[in-house]
């Protein structure tokens, strides 16, 4: 006998390319009812403050960095400050959100490429952002689409393990699954996209063990039956990051 899982993935086992762009599109639709609110979750003012902040949500949450960059930024309000910064007082103001030290480096050179580069701007294209230091296609791509409004997608952990499971792509390498990604949807759609998907991946869709039968995609769900199936302990499982479900 059939377990839920095994019944969910052979549901969508033979769907056509249409098919799954089609059901994409409708799981976006959802999403963007069940998170109307849903925007990056770093704090910022300027797109040198995203760039920041960005590189230093690497293997720690957006709270933690929310909770060491108004100090960071009040010390080292632009790129130009930043360049010439001390390094051991840099590691001090962001030491909570976990390898400073390396983090601080980063982000010290990377103030200095854009001082040197781009005097003090942040760049506006994927090409030139990708150059600088600490920079990858994830970051380029969070603040393209949040600070000069480039719709791009942002394959964090969250966005690669739920797309996965939507069956959007079977890819684990970045690049490729943004390329499938991107390709079920309208451009224009992209960062929200990206959000809407991190908000669910952070609240209902855990890795571990997601909250299955409160989903509001279970039956547009390839994944349907991995996680707790009744609905009254799927519900107590969610999880508000930052802000709870609108």
């Given at each position: 006998?059939?377990?839920?899982?095994e019944?969910?993935?052979?549901k969508?086992?033979?769907?056509?390319p249409?098919?799954?762009k089609?059901r994409?599109?409708k799981?976006?639709?959802?999403?963007a009812?069940?998170y109307p609110?849903a925007?990056?979750?770093?704090?910022f003012?300027?797109?040198?403050?995203l760039l920041?902040?960005?590189?230093?949500?690497?293997q720690?949450?957006?709270?933690?960095?929310?909770?060491?960059?108004?100090?960071?930024?009040a010390?080292?309000?632009d790129?130009?400050a930043?360049?010439v910064?001390n390094?051991?007082?840099?590691?001090e103001?962001?030491?909570?959100?976990g390898?400073?030290?390396?983090?601080?480096r980063?982000?010290v050179?990377?103030?200095?490429?854009?001082?040197?580069?781009?005097?003090?701007?942040?760049?506006r294209?994927?090409?030139?952002?990708?150059?600088?230091?600490?920079?990858?296609?994830?970051t380029?791509?969070?603040?393209?689409?949040?600070?000069?409004?480039?719709?791009?997608?942002?394959?964090?952990?969250?966005?690669g393990?739920?797309?996965?499971?939507?069956?959007?792509?079977?890819?684990?390498d970045?690049?490729k699954?943004?390329?499938d990604i991107?390709g079920?949807f309208?451009?224009?759609?992209?960062?929200?996209?990206s959000h809407r998907v991190?908000?669910h991946?952070r609240?209902?869709?855990?890795s571990?063990?997601?909250?299955?039968g409160?989903?509001?995609?279970m039956?547009?769900?390839?994944s349907?039956?991995?996680g707790e199936?009744d609905?009254?302990?799927?519900r107590?499982?969610?999880?508000?990051?930052?802000?709870?479900?609108a």
């Amino acid at each position: 006998m059939l377990t839920v899982a095994e019944k969910s993935a052979r549901k969508f086992a033979k769907e056509t390319p249409l098919g799954k762009k089609r059901r994409a599109r409708k799981m976006n639709r959802i999403l963007a009812e069940v998170y109307p609110n849903a925007q990056v979750e770093l704090d910022f003012a300027t797109p040198f403050q995203l760039l920041i902040a960005t590189v230093l949500s690497a293997q720690t949450t957006d709270i933690r960095v929310n909770s060491v960059t108004p100090g960071l930024f009040a010390a080292f309000p632009d790129a130009h400050a930043l360049a010439v910064a001390n390094l051991g007082e840099v590691e001090e103001l962001i030491h909570s959100t976990g390898f400073y030290r390396a983090k601080a480096r980063n982000i010290v050179k990377l103030a200095g490429d854009l001082v040197e580069k781009y005097d003090g701007e942040v760049p506006r294209t994927m090409e030139e952002l990708v150059e600088l230091a600490g920079v990858g296609r994830k970051t380029a791509n969070v603040v393209l689409g949040n600070a000069f409004d480039t719709p791009g997608i942002t394959v964090d952990t969250h966005m690669g393990r739920l797309a996965r499971r939507f069956g959007w792509t079977t890819e684990t390498d970045p690049v490729k699954a943004e390329e499938d990604i991107a390709g079920l949807f309208e451009t224009k759609d992209l960062t929200l996209l990206s959000h809407r998907v991190i908000f669910h991946g952070r609240r209902i869709c855990h890795s571990r063990r997601p909250a299955c039968g409160a989903c509001p995609l279970m039956t547009l769900c390839p994944s349907f039956g991995i996680g707790e199936l009744d609905p009254e302990k799927a519900r107590e499982m969610f999880r508000y990051e930052m802000a709870p479900l609108a």
